[in-house]
């Protein structure tokens, strides 16, 4: 059974950086595709970055370029989301899935499996 947990979020100053990271356990597949979502009060979903595990290839929400980075550690299973920069706007649930579909990042992201998000907080 795929679980998915995220950790670091919180209160953050707007201007700071924050990282996130999710831990993903009991998966016995190499070749799959790991995503970063947010949801804000009263808003829809969206799509920030995700990593292809085999390669490395990232791919990246236009409004995201050049604010986000997405990494994956595969000694510690771990794929962490750094955002510099942090705006109030950037407060939502920060969710990190996965899909089994390795071409999911060109294709559509669906998500086979989903971590139950971690709230951050931004602060003026």
């Known amino acids: 059974q795929v679980h998915l947990q995220e950790s670091g979020g919180g209160l953050v100053q707007a201007g700071d950086s924050l990282r996130l990271s999710c831990t993903i356990s009991?998966?016995?597949?190499?070749?799959?595709?790991m995503a970063w979502f947010r949801q804000a009060p009263g808003q829809e979903r969206e799509f920030v970055g995700g990593?292809?595990?085999?390669?490395?290839?990232?791919v990246y929400a236009d409004s995201m370029k050049g604010r986000v980075t997405v990494s994956r550690d595969g000694a510690k299973n771990t794929v962490d989301l750094q955002m510099t920069n942090v705006r109030f706007e950037d407060t939502a649930v920060y969710y990190c899935?996965?899909?089994?579909?390795?071409?999911?990042?060109?294709?559509?992201?669906?998500?086979?499996?989903w971590g139950q998000g971690t709230p951050v907080t931004v602060s003026s």
């Open positions: 899935a996965l899909d089994l579909n390795p071409l999911a990042l060109m294709v559509g992201f669906k998500g086979n499996y």
């Open positions: 990593i292809k595990w085999s390669g490395g290839g990232t």
């Open positions: 009991g998966r016995t597949f190499r070749n799959f595709v």
